[in-house]
């Protein structure tokens, strides 16, 4: 499938040199997608914490300039999944 291709927990720098680690990135020609998995009860700042590496992942040198950027985040425990938006 097309997660196999998947980079898993790789640092991203942000301008000021912060390491941001999302779970798992998977950049496609068309497609820059991100996913974090979680446990226990969604939080506010789980999607924030999703848009931040997707604006950081939209830098990259292998996110085509037009390829879509999509944030998913996976909560464990309550086998949910929620789509995340970059705005």
């Known amino acids: 499938g097309r997660l196999r291709n998947g980079l898993s927990e790789r640092d ?7 390491k941001h680690r999302p ?7 068309d497609e820059t997608l991100v996913i974090d998995f979680k446990t226990g009860a969604p939080a506010p700042g ?3 914490q999703v848009r ?9 040198p292998g996110h085509a300039a037009r390829a879509r950027l999509a944030g998913l985040l996976v909560y464990l425990d309550r ?6 938006s970059p705005e």
Not at 12 to 18: H, K
Not at 23 to 29: E, I, N, T, W, Y
Not at 79 to 84: Q, S
């Open 46 to 48: 789980h999607a924030a």
């Open 52 to 60: 931040r590496y997707l604006r950081l992942a939209a830098a990259l």
């Open 12 to 18: 991203i720098l942000d301008e000021a040199g912060n």
């Open 79 to 84: 086998r949910e999944t929620v789509a995340v």
């Open 23 to 29: 779970d798992l990135m998977c950049l496609f020609p």
